[in-house]
């Protein structure tokens, strides 16, 4: 069974940082592609962040570049994001996804608020 559960998410002030975690299973998670998409209330899903299996390519959503990281660990079978300079237009709900071909799958999300 295909799973992707994302954690850290949270309350953070402005300027603070959040680490967040997806650990994957029921794939082969080291040949997927993974991103970091991210969904802010009444708006559309956006891509954050992605990289590419065996880690040879990031790519970053001009809002974040400079700030967030991605990476992963392969031998953990998970996925990172790590976010600085955090500002209140971060908040929104954060997801993981993986893909490979025709194949996509989406975790359930994890919150993050950005507010004094």
């Known amino acids: 069974q295909v799973q992707l559960v994302e954690s850290g998410g949270g309350l953070v002030q402005p300027g603070g940082s959040l680490r967040l975690s997806c650990v994957a299973s029921g794939f082969a998670f080291s040949r997927y592609v993974m991103s970091w998409y991210r969904q802010a209330p009444g708006k559309e899903r956006e891509l954050v962040a992605f990289i590419t299996s065996t880690s040879s390519s990031t790519n970053y959503a001009d809002s974040v570049k400079g700030r967030f990281t991605i990476f992963r660990d392969d031998a953990k079978n998970t996925l990172y994001l790590q976010m600085n300079s955090l500002k209140p237009d971060d908040t929104a709900v954060y997801y993981c996804?993986?893909?490979?071909?025709?194949?996509?799958?989406w975790g359930q999300g994890t919150q993050v608020t950005v507010s004094s």
């Open positions: 996804n993986a893909h490979l071909s025709l194949l996509d799958y």
